[in-house]
């Protein structure tokens, strides 16, 4: 059984910098895709960034592109999330999620997911 276990979130102000931890246990990950969700108050869960383990492509959305970088360590079974220049937009519950499957192909469609952590609260403040 995959288990996912965030860790990471926090208050932080405009500009600063955080870094999400998803712990993945229960399979070997070398045919998965990791990705990071986040769902601010009111709003729809959208795609933020996403990394194939095998080979390591990433993508990411428009709105955290050259401020967010996703990566893993494989020894570990540990995929993170680094954000930087973070913004008030950016406030939400962070999810990381797994997919099976070893491509890119629609990797930022949240129906691609089928295993979900339960989450680690982003706020940033102004």
């Known amino acids: 059984q995959v288990q996912l276990v965030e860790s990471g979130g926090g208050l932080v102000q405009a500009g600063g910098s955080l870094r999400l931890s998803c712990a993945a246990s229960?399979?070997?990950?070398?045919?998965?895709?990791m990705g990071w969700f986040r769902q601010a108050p009111g709003k729809e869960r959208e795609f933020v960034a996403a990394i194939v383990w095998s080979g390591g492509s990433t993508i990411y959305a428009d709105s955290v592109k050259g401020r967010f970088a996703i990566s893993k360590n494989s020894a570990k079974n540990t995929v993170y999330l680094l954000m930087n220049t973070l913004k008030p937009e950016d406030t939400a519950v962070y999810y990381c999620?797994?997919?099976?499957?070893?491509?890119?192909?629609?990797?930022?469609?949240?129906?691609?997911?089928?295993?979900w952590g339960q989450g680690t609260q982003v706020t940033v403040s102004s």
């Open positions: 229960g399979r070997t990950f070398s045919n998965y895709a």
């Open positions: 999620a797994a997919a099976y499957r070893s491509t890119s192909q629609d990797i930022s469609v949240r129906q691609s997911y089928d295993r």
